[in-house]
């Protein structure tokens, strides 16, 4: 009697991470070019962070599981098709208990980078989108935003586009 038991709960638990994800996607709105807010975003794994000293913020840089396995094995030129690179960045605060240490505060917003060389030839290989603000709207009036990103990240055009090295963790 274990078995069928054990297939119920699994059924169960697959359904749920179904929903849990449907219900993600669906809170937030498309970029103006179509491109969606990946599912599952939140459970990525980091590539690298990085700080602004203009701007007074910080970020972390994720990866999708083929961005991650193609910076592990240094297969980054050129980023294979189907990476999606993520930076999330909020402003940066003071923490509570310990002046010396700054950590994320307010959130600014979330962006990202989709690799395939065809669907997005005309910004160098790479789908953009942008979301703003705790509420996570959509960056840009229509899809031409993705020009304004797409000029700034041809000066590492050398680099596949991609600012970020991925950090080495020992
Ligand atoms: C004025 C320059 C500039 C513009 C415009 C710009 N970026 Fe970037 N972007 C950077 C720099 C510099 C970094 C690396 C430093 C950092 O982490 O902030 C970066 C990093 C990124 C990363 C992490 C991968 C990488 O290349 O390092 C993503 C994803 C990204 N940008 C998406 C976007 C999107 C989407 C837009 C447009 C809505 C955009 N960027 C517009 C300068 C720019």
């Not at 910076?71 to 999606?84: E, H, L, V």
Request: proline residues 6%; hydrophobic residues 35%.
């Amino acid at each position: 009697m274990k078995k069928p038991k054990s297939i119920i709960y699994l059924l169960l638990l697959a359904l749920s991470t179904i929903i849990t994800n449907l219900v993600n996607a669906e809170t937030v709105l498309p970029a103006p070019n179509g491109i969606s807010y990946p599912v599952g975003l939140k459970n990525w794994r980091v590539l690298s962070s990085s700080y602004r000293t203009d701007n007074d913020t910080q970020r972390v840089i994720l990866g999708n599981s083929i961005a991650i396995n193609a910076a592990r094995t240094n297969q980054t030129k050129p980023w294979p098709k189907g990476s999606i690179l993520a930076k999330l960045v909020w402003k940066n605060t003071q923490h509570p208990k310990w002046d010396a240490a700054i950590v994320p505060g307010e959130f600014v917003h979330s962006e990202i980078m989709i690799k395939d060389a065809v669907q997005y030839k005309s910004t160098g290989g790479w789908g953009y989108a942008r979301w703003q603000r705790e509420t996570q709207q959509p960056y840009g009036k229509d899809s031409s935003f993705a020009q304004e990103c797409f000029s700034c990240h041809s000066k590492v055009k050398g680099n596949d586009y991609v600012f970020t090295l991925p950090a080495k963790i020992p």
